[in-house]
């Protein structure tokens, strides 16, 4: 078959590709977690608190992407920048939310029972609710990456990292017989990334949950 | 495909719905949004009209272009959104029924994974493999795109429908298809609501995209500003997509509060 | 054999000392908690008892500060501990809460050593501690360490609650109906079981329910309160029984109190009756022997250790057929353990084939049985005390 000719013939393009795409995605969702976590425990006891975050991170998801890159492109130049800052705006929601529902839902009479016991504030944090918690806050992680690996397709608009370029490459030939290689291979490896970014997940959730709560 | 297992799709219900779950706002919390749009707006006007804009410039940056590709790109999202629903609510009331319970979590997981795919790859395709480029086209990529997340959302909201209220109504006698009309739907109207809003947002989104196989939008300014290297008409078209797709989701918001069921 | 809790060993000292203890929650009109002062003593089991909302729970959880007190004072054996650090202070305390709130991503070891680990013990010395308690609350150490709560049922959930509270040794212990949440029978057992546990560790123990009946059995002294936690009577159960101090007490006790009365005695308190015994290898003609001899229609069997094993009647020696007399007959039940009170027995019993619980002792070895004539006596002997107690206070204050 001509795909898999194209596929082998362009390996180290593919792998390249494959390689920048998941580093920019997986560097975006790092970032997502650490700062939504944050803003989750920051957030989750207040109700104005927590409507005010859900309601930001929830308008970032809202602009277009095509739109954010675009804006981004004035103060942060073509690359790999804007990419990540856009990704990790848009890797924000889903964590932020999973992160406040999750601490929401630990069992108040656990929470009392380590207060009674003389756990500090940041003790029964660390050690008790985000332990809880973490089972629905890395779903919420595992969501925001499937979202962020089609969205970094696009940024190839901006010069960005991944697959995108194919794609992009592709819709500059329409017409020709390498149009149709190129666009389904930058899917193909984007496919590929979602598959295996949920098989690290599944593990990662496996090894970081207690056997208790699972 | 990765392992689906019955853990993941526990907890699926907080996946799924991950656009907006509606909580209802305050007075205050609803005239946030329409503030924050309006002196975006003000701001980008005065900072247009502040510039000495060249020909090229002036001909993206003009009254009639830009309600033109603002009326494009709401037509686009409003028969993309009408046409998703159409199929994708069917699709998941089709889903939930019994017969499909031994593969509904692998379904859910490939579809969750199919949210991965990028909007743009599928709107590409249709141009390179079949060259069907223009309004239907995109109008076709929109709804591929869509139907996954508003499908998800149907089933996952069907699921949650109190198993126990539906036992009552069939113990009452009424009939599977009666259950289903006359319980069933109505208790999941808030997430066929969400479903709307999550397809409005999706849509407007990508259509910004659709200028790459011609069928014009907000996209266009975007891109005649990228093509011709001025920041200007970039940053008008950006923003102007930007503002669309929240005063929408505004407004979708606004509709799903009034529209949803007492009670629930 | 002693007996818990009756005799009261409490010392005189005062544990826990509660200086017109106030609070008022933020938009409430009235106190919820208005004034009160009271003296726990050292190593004595005070129950806080009350209809809900008369500020009972409020009350207790000013003790360890997680409601903090609007005004008032709180001594801890004579430390003032109204201003001190809250966590620091909770560590000294151990809480036990209705739902237990166990950590369900921990082990039931790490449970346990929650406390300790923030102490800063050593991890021999936790580890050394956490086996300890688990053997206390009759958990073997080696099933049960690594276990997580959800593997665990209801009541050895609640037993962990209580071992995990006892993890740091500390002084005080603070107990929110901590059987509240468990089935009557499981409920009845985890008393006794405390009941035996308090009797070797000896706390000082504030305990709230809402149950009289409960407060009768687990407390030495009582605190019946009511709105605004104001003390309508504070003492011992034998005087709240038989002299309530108001109107409000006497309701709240309510009817059947000489049934009540029965929680106030033990099994060890009453002379048991004997049943006639046979060895476990004895012949098949000694057993119709002893049957012969009584007019009761069975015999206990015990082991070499003296522990019963079977009921055996004179039908079943017959169709032995060669068999040991462990092997035939009907299991040894119902069994109690001294501690039990007379209520208990009673209950027991009235299901019991033979009509009488078998008495053993902590060994398992037979002490003898409860009969309903002795539980009848006990109620006669405790009303006439109490009339003739009740007569000699209206001679001191005629």
Same mark, same amino acid.
């Given at each position: @078959?001509?795909?898999?000719?194209?596929?082998?013939?362009?390996?180290?393009?593919?792998?390249?590709?494959?390689?920048?795409?998941?580093?920019?995605?997986?560097?975006?969702?790092?970032?997502?977690?650490?700062?939504?976590?944050?803003?989750?425990?920051?957030?989750?006891?207040?109700?104005?608190?927590?409507?005010?975050?859900?309601?930001?991170?929830?308008?970032?998801?809202?602009?277009?992407?095509?739109?954010?890159?675009?804006?981004?492109?004035?103060?942060?130049?073509?690359?790999?920048?804007?990419?990540?800052?856009?990704?990790? @705006?848009?890797?924000?929601?889903?964590?932020?939310?999973?992160?406040?529902?999750?601490?929401?839902?630990?069992?108040?009479?656990?929470?009392?029972?380590?207060?009674?016991?003389?756990?500090?504030?940041?003790?029964?944090?660390?050690?008790?609710?985000?332990?809880?918690?973490?089972?629905?806050?890395?779903?919420?992680?595992?969501?925001?990456?499937?979202?962020?690996?089609?969205?970094?397709?696009?940024?190839?608009?901006?010069?960005?990292?991944?697959?995108?370029?194919?794609?992009?490459?592709?819709?500059?030939?329409?017409?020709?017989?390498?149009?149709?290689?190129?666009?389904?291979?930058?899917?193909?490896?984007?496919?590929?990334?979602?598959?295996?970014?949920?098989?690290?997940?599944?593990?990662?959730?496996?090894?970081?949950?207690?056997?208790?709560?699972? | 495909?990765?392992?689906?297992?019955?853990?993941?799709?526990?907890?699926?219900?907080?996946?799924?719905?991950?656009?907006?779950?509606?909580?209802?706002? %305050?007075?205050?919390?609803?005239?946030?949004?329409?503030?924050?749009?309006?002196?975006?707006?003000?701001?980008?006007?005065?900072?247009?009209?502040?510039?000495?804009?060249?020909?090229?410039?002036?001909?993206?940056?003009?009254?009639?272009?830009?309600?033109?590709?603002?009326?494009?790109?709401?037509?686009?999202?409003?028969?993309?959104?009408?046409?998703?629903?159409?199929?994708?609510?069917?699709?998941?009331?089709?889903?939930?029924?019994?017969?499909?319970?031994?593969?509904?979590?692998?379904?859910?997981?490939?579809?969750?994974?199919?949210?991965?795919?990028?909007?743009?790859?599928?709107?590409?395709?249709?141009?390179?493999?079949?060259?069907?480029?223009?309004?239907?086209?995109?109008?076709?990529?929109?709804?591929?795109?869509?139907?996954?997340?508003?499908?998800?959302?149907?089933?996952?909201?069907?699921?949650?429908?109190?198993?126990?209220?539906?036992?009552?109504?069939?113990?009452?006698?009424?009939?599977?298809?009666?259950?289903?009309?006359?319980?069933?739907?109505?208790?999941?109207?808030?997430?066929?609501?969400a479903g709307v809003r999550t397809a409005l947002v999706i849509n407007v989104g990508t259509a910004t995209l659709v200028t790459y196989i011609n069928a014009g939008g907000l996209?266009?300014?975007?891109?005649?500003?990228? %093509?011709?290297?001025?920041?200007?008409?970039?940053?008008?078209?950006?923003?102007?997509?930007?503002?669309?797709?929240?005063?929408?989701?505004?407004?979708?918001?606004?509709?799903?509060?009034?529209?949803?069921?007492?009670?629930? | 054999?002693?007996?818990?809790?009756?005799?009261?060993?409490?010392?005189?000292?005062?544990?826990?000392?509660?200086?017109?203890?106030?609070?008022?929650?933020?938009?409430?009109?009235?106190?919820?908690?208005?004034?009160?002062?009271?003296?726990?003593?050292?190593?004595?089991?005070?129950?806080?008892?009350?209809?809900?909302?008369?500020?009972?729970?409020?009350?207790?959880?000013?003790? =360890?500060?997680?409601?903090?007190?609007?005004?008032?004072?709180?001594?801890?054996?004579?430390?003032?501990?109204?201003?001190?650090?809250?966590?620091?202070?909770?560590?000294?305390?151990?809480?036990?809460?209705?739902?237990?709130?166990?950590?369900?991503?921990?082990?039931?070891?790490?449970?346990?050593?929650?406390?300790?680990?923030?102490?800063?013990?050593?991890?021999?010395?936790?580890?050394?501690?956490?086996?300890?308690?688990?053997?206390?609350?009759?958990?073997?150490?080696?099933?049960?360490?690594?276990?997580?709560?959800?593997?665990?049922?209801?009541?050895?959930?609640?037993?962990?609650?209580?071992?995990?509270?006892?993890?740091?040794?500390?002084?005080?212990?603070?107990?929110?109906?901590?059987?509240?949440?468990?089935?009557?029978?499981?409920?009845?057992?985890?008393?006794?079981?405390?009941?035996?546990?308090?009797?070797?560790?000896?706390?000082?123990?504030?305990?709230?329910?809402?149950?009289?009946?409960?407060?009768?059995?687990?407390?030495?002294?009582?605190?019946?309160?009511?709105?605004?936690?104001?003390?309508?009577?504070?003492?011992?159960?034998?005087?709240?029984?038989?002299?309530?101090?108001?109107?409000?007490?006497?309701?709240?006790?309510?009817?059947?109190?000489?049934?009540?009365?029965? =929680?106030?005695?033990?099994?060890?308190?009453?002379?048991?009756?004997?049943?006639?015994?046979?060895?476990?290898?004895?012949?098949?003609?000694?057993?119709?022997?002893?049957?012969?001899?009584?007019?009761?229609?069975?015999?206990?069997?015990?082991?070499?250790?003296?522990?019963?094993?079977?009921?055996?009647?004179?039908?079943?020696?017959?169709?032995?057929?060669?068999?040991?007399?462990?092997?035939?007959?009907?299991?040894?039940?119902?069994?109690?353990?001294?501690?039990?009170?007379?209520?208990?027995?009673?209950?027991?019993?009235?299901?019991?084939?033979?009509?009488?619980?078998?008495?053993?002792?902590?060994?398992?070895?037979?002490?003898?049985?409860?009969?309903?004539?002795?539980?009848?006596?006990?109620?006669?002997?405790?009303?006439?005390?109490?009339?003739?107690?009740?007569?000699?206070?209206?001679?001191?204050?005629?």
């Open positions: @078959m001509d795909f898999v000719d194209f596929l082998v013939r362009r390996s180290d393009d593919m792998l390249e590709l494959g390689l920048g795409h998941a580093g920019v995605v997986g560097l975006s969702v790092l970032l997502a977690t650490v700062l939504g976590v944050s803003l989750g425990v920051a957030s989750y006891q207040r109700e104005r608190a927590r409507e005010a975050v859900l309601a930001v991170t929830g308008a970032f998801l809202t602009i277009p992407s095509f739109a954010l890159f675009i804006l981004l492109l004035g103060p942060l130049g073509l690359g790999t920048a804007p990419v990540v800052v856009a990704l990790t @705006m848009y890797g924000l929601m889903p964590v932020v939310r999973n992160t406040i529902t999750g601490l929401r839902e630990v069992d108040p009479a656990v929470v009392e029972s380590a207060q009674g016991m003389g756990l500090s504030r940041r003790q029964r944090l660390l050690r008790i609710e985000l332990p809880l918690a973490w089972p629905v806050i890395i779903t919420g992680v595992r969501v925001s990456t499937l979202v962020l690996l089609g969205i970094a397709a696009i940024g190839a608009i901006v010069n960005g990292p991944g697959y995108g370029e194919l794609i992009f490459t592709g819709l500059a030939r329409v017409g020709t017989p390498v149009a149709v290689d190129l666009v389904l291979a930058g899917t193909l490896g984007v496919i590929v990334l979602a598959v295996l970014f949920d098989l690290l997940f599944y593990a990662v959730r496996r090894l970081t949950t207690s056997e208790g709560i699972r | 495909m990765s392992a689906p297992t019955s853990d993941d799709t526990t907890t699926q219900p907080a996946v799924t719905e991950e656009y907006h779950a509606g909580h209802r706002r %305050s007075l205050a919390g609803y005239l946030v949004m329409p503030g924050v749009l309006a002196l975006a707006c003000l701001v980008l006007y005065v900072y247009v009209s502040q510039q000495e804009l060249d020909s090229i410039e002036a001909r993206s940056l003009n009254a009639a272009t830009l309600t033109g590709a603002l009326w494009e790109h709401v037509q686009l999202t409003a028969v993309s959104t009408v046409l998703t629903l159409l199929i994708a609510v069917p699709l998941g009331i089709v889903f939930t029924r019994p017969f499909t319970r031994p593969i509904r979590s692998y379904l859910i997981t490939l579809l969750t994974l199919g949210q991965a795919v990028p909007t743009i790859a599928v709107l590409v395709l249709l141009a390179v493999v079949f060259l069907f480029l223009g309004f239907w086209a995109a109008i076709v990529g929109l709804v591929l795109y869509a139907i996954i997340p508003v499908l998800l959302n149907t089933m996952v909201g069907l699921e949650q429908v109190d198993k126990a209220v539906l036992e009552a109504g069939r113990g009452m006698g009424m009939a599977r298809f009666t259950v289903l009309r006359r319980l069933e739907l109505p208790l999941a109207v808030p997430v066929i609501l996209g266009d300014v975007i891109v005649a500003g990228l %093509s011709t290297n001025r920041v200007t008409i970039q940053i008008v078209g950006a923003a102007l997509t930007a503002v669309l797709a929240l005063l929408i989701d505004y407004l979708a918001g606004i509709a799903e509060d009034l529209l949803r069921p007492r009670g629930l | 054999m002693t007996s818990p809790s009756v005799d009261s060993t409490s010392s005189d000292r005062v544990m826990i000392h509660l200086d017109q203890l106030s609070k008022r929650f933020p938009g409430q009109h009235d106190n919820a908690v208005d004034e009160l002062t009271m003296d726990v003593r050292e190593g004595e089991i005070v129950v806080l008892v009350g209809p809900s909302g008369c500020g009972k729970t409020t009350t207790m959880k000013m003790i =360890n500060r997680i409601i903090e007190p609007t005004s008032g004072r709180i001594v801890l054996d004579g430390e003032d501990v109204t201003r001190t650090d809250p966590d620091q202070l909770r560590r000294r305390i151990g809480y036990v809460i209705q739902q237990v709130g166990l950590f369900p991503h921990l082990t039931v070891g790490d449970n346990i050593a929650t406390v300790p680990t923030l102490l800063g013990w050593s991890r021999d010395r936790t580890r050394e501690r956490v086996d300890e308690l688990l053997s206390m609350v009759n958990m073997p150490p080696e099933s049960f360490r690594d276990r997580y709560p959800k593997q665990l049922s209801g009541g050895q959930q609640q037993r962990i609650g209580v071992a995990r509270a006892l993890g740091g040794d500390p002084a005080v212990m603070l107990m929110d109906e901590p059987f509240g949440a468990i089935d009557p029978i499981t409920r009845d057992r985890l008393q006794n079981e405390f009941l035996r546990l308090q009797s070797e560790v000896r706390k000082t123990i504030v305990f709230v329910t809402h149950d009289i009946d409960e407060a009768i059995k687990m407390g030495d002294r009582i605190a019946i309160l009511q709105e605004g936690s104001r003390i309508a009577q504070y003492d011992t159960p034998e005087q709240i029984l038989t002299h309530p101090a108001n109107e409000f007490v006497a309701s709240f006790i309510g009817r059947g109190a000489s049934l009540k009365r029965l =929680n106030l005695s033990r099994v060890a308190d009453i002379e048991l009756s004997p049943w006639p015994t046979v060895g476990v290898d004895a012949s098949p003609e000694e057993a119709l022997q002893a049957l012969r001899a009584t007019h009761h229609s069975a015999v206990l069997v015990l082991d070499e250790s003296g522990r019963p094993r079977r009921w055996v009647g004179a039908e079943d020696v017959r169709h032995a057929g060669g068999r040991p007399l462990d092997q035939v007959g009907l299991p040894p039940e119902p069994v109690v353990e001294p501690e039990v009170t007379l209520s208990d027995a009673l209950n027991e019993l009235l299901t019991a084939r033979y009509s009488v619980t078998i008495v053993v002792n902590r060994q398992g070895a037979f002490q003898g049985v409860v009969d309903i004539d002795q539980i009848t006596d006990a109620v006669r002997t405790m009303r006439r005390t109490a009339v003739s107690r009740a007569r000699a206070g209206l001679d001191e204050n005629p």
